[in-house]
């Protein structure tokens, strides 16, 4: 806070009795002395009530802008604080409505794939083994040309890998998550072309490949209309996160003005003549002082202004910086009640849908042998489970009782020196085809898919060879399964 202190004058008139009279003392009017010092007083008090006044003003003028700034940087910080408030309230509420879409029963994106090759080829150490033929590819994972599967969402994934391999001939192959190997599997006969399967299930994090890799030199698969090797998968459940965060804006103005003065010293005790002229020459310092005094206070008032236009500028730029971040926490503001909104609507669907759509799954096997002429529908009359009655016993037909994405898996077993061909039939194409032989013993082959279908659509297994189908009650169940993974 700038200010001058005021400046007593004390004139001591002091006449000491028995003075000697000093010779040489000049000559000078004891009127004309009086008249000069008395007039410089008067120039002096006059010029500090001046001072006074202008020092009182400009306190007065300095108290108010500061106020006035204050004012209006409360205001702007009630404005941020309120806005940031209703900011974090809307981004739990973002992130509450993201953790219930998460935990929605049943509920996941319609992510997966589902390719095959009918070209028979042979496979060097290492090398991708890339499936050409999609048939579905929900969520746009699967890229036909690379071979690769890249994840768009982080969650668990089911993957399969059908492969068949000439007779006499081995296929070894391995399902591969960025680098490292999370499944193997190996298949050869010495007379005839056989097919396996193997599955795998991996956390797999948005951006992550997953492909299927030759794990051994001089490896030949087959593909054939009986043999359709195969990879897909599934993403069975997802991983979500939110974050969001914003920065605090603090603005400090601050106005320090220091004003030091100080009084000369007078001495007490001399000559009449000397203290008059002592007082004399005192009184003309301190108003050649205050004339200093009046220029240092001008020079003072143009930089305090000057501070202040520039302090000014700089706080107009400062606003106006402000004024655009909470614009832009505004639009922020309406982006997330937007999102909320979005997610609340999404969220009412799912419930509505999760309370109307029944689950669908069954699994239904045979435990006795039987032979199948080409086209025939596969039939397992033991059924273990049938959620939303879709599969029927007696046709051996899957029909969706509400529209998704289902995953079907088979699993056959022939009889010794014969052939079992199968495949899975979506209406009235072909989804997935597996078949197996053995010379001299009884095995077993398995194949699985994801389709998307609409309701009242039918899903089969159909024989495309002659086929003897063998099951027994202890040591072969040929199964067909299926169910709904998502809407």
């Known amino acids: 806070m700038f200010g001058y202190s005021s400046l007593s004058v004390v004139v001591f008139v002091t006449v000491l009795c028995h003075t000697k009279a000093i010779e040489n003392e000049p000559i000078y009017s004891k009127f004309e002395y009086d008249k000069r010092m008395l007039e410089t007083i008067v120039r002096m008090e006059?010029?500090?009530?001046?001072?006074?006044?202008?020092?009182?003003?400009?306190?007065e003028n300095v108290l108010a802008v500061l106020e006035h700034r204050r004012e209006e940087m409360q205001k702007k910080f009630l404005n941020q604080n309120k806005i940031q408030n209703e900011l974090n309230d809307l981004r739990e509420k973002v992130y509450n409505r993201t953790l219930g879409l998460n935990h929605v029963p049943g509920r996941n994106p319609a992510v997966a794939f589902?390719?095959?090759?009918?070209?028979?080829?042979?496979?060097s150490d290492g090398q991708i083994v890339i499936f050409p033929n999609v048939l579905l590819n929900e969520g746009h994972g699967y890229n036909k040309t690379t071979g690769y599967f890249t994840a768009p969402v982080t969650g668990v994934y089911q993957f399969t890998a059908h492969t068949c391999n000439y007779f006499n001939k081995a296929i070894i192959v391995e399902i591969v998550h960025n680098g490292k190997v999370i499944a193997v599997t190996t298949n050869w006969d010495n007379y005839r072309h056989t097919c396996s399967s193997v599955s795998a299930l991996a956390m797999v994090a948005a951006g992550d490949s997953v492909s299927i890799i030759c794990a051994h030199g001089d490896s030949h698969m087959v593909a054939n209309h009986h043999r359709w090797p195969s990879f897909n998968g599934v993403l069975l459940n997802r991983r979500m996160a939110c974050y969001y965060s914003l920065e605090a804006i603090i603005v400090f103005l601050t106005v320090l003005c220091y004003s030091t003065a100080s009084e000369p010293d007078i001495e007490t005790q001399c000559s009449k003549f000397k203290y008059d002229k002592q007082m004399l020459e005192t009184?003309?310092?301190?108003?050649?002082?205050?004339?200093?005094?009046?220029?240092?206070?001008?020079?003072?008032?143009?930089?305090?202004?000057?501070?202040?236009?520039?302090?000014?500028?700089?706080?107009?730029?400062?606003?106006?910086?402000?004024?655009?971040?909470?614009?832009?926490?505004?639009?922020?503001?309406?982006?997330?009640?937007?999102?909320?909104?979005?997610?609340?609507?999404?969220?009412?669907?799912?419930?509505?849908?999760?309370?109307?759509?029944?689950?669908?799954?069954?699994?239904?096997?045979?435990?006795?042998?039987?032979?199948?002429?080409?086209?025939?529908?596969?039939?397992?009359?033991?059924?273990?489970?049938?959620?939303?009655?879709?599969?029927d016993k007696i046709t051996g037909m899957f029909t969706a009782?509400?529209?998704?994405?289902?995953?079907?898996?088979?699993?056959?077993?022939?009889?010794?020196?014969?052939?079992?061909?199968?495949?899975?039939?979506?209406?009235?194409?072909?989804?997935?085809?597996?078949?197996?032989?053995?010379?001299?013993?009884?095995?077993?082959s398995s194949v699985m898919a994801p389709v998307k279908i609409s309701?009242?659509?039918?899903v089969y297994l159909k024989c495309t060879h002659n086929t003897a189908l063998v099951g027994d009650s202890n040591n072969r169940w040929p199964s067909f399964t299926g169910f709904l993974f998502t809407i």
């Open 455 to 458: 309701v009242g659509e039918r």
């Open 114 to 123: 589902s390719a095959y090759t009918n070209v028979s080829s042979s496979y």
């Open 46 to 59: 006059a010029k500090m009530d001046q001072w006074d006044k202008e020092r009182i003003t400009f306190e």
């Open 283 to 391: 009184m003309v310092r301190m108003e050649a002082k205050m004339n200093q005094w009046d220029k240092e206070k001008e020079n003072f008032e143009e930089n305090m202004l000057s501070v202040m236009e520039h302090r000014k500028v700089e706080m107009k730029r400062e606003f106006a910086k402000q004024n655009a971040q909470i614009g832009q926490m505004f639009d922020d503001y309406e982006k997330i009640r937007e999102k909320l909104n979005d997610k609340t609507a999404q969220l009412e669907k799912l419930a509505d849908n999760f309370t109307k759509t029944p689950r669908v799954a069954f699994n239904a096997y045979t435990r006795s042998s039987r032979n199948y002429d080409n086209g025939q529908t596969f039939v397992f009359p033991d059924v273990l489970l049938n959620e939303g009655g879709g599969y």
């Open 401 to 444: 009782p509400v529209a998704g994405l289902y995953y079907f898996s088979v699993h056959i077993c022939h009889e010794k020196a014969k052939y079992v061909v199968a495949a899975i039939v979506h209406g009235d194409t072909t989804i997935a085809v597996t078949s197996e032989y053995e010379n001299t013993g009884y095995s077993c």
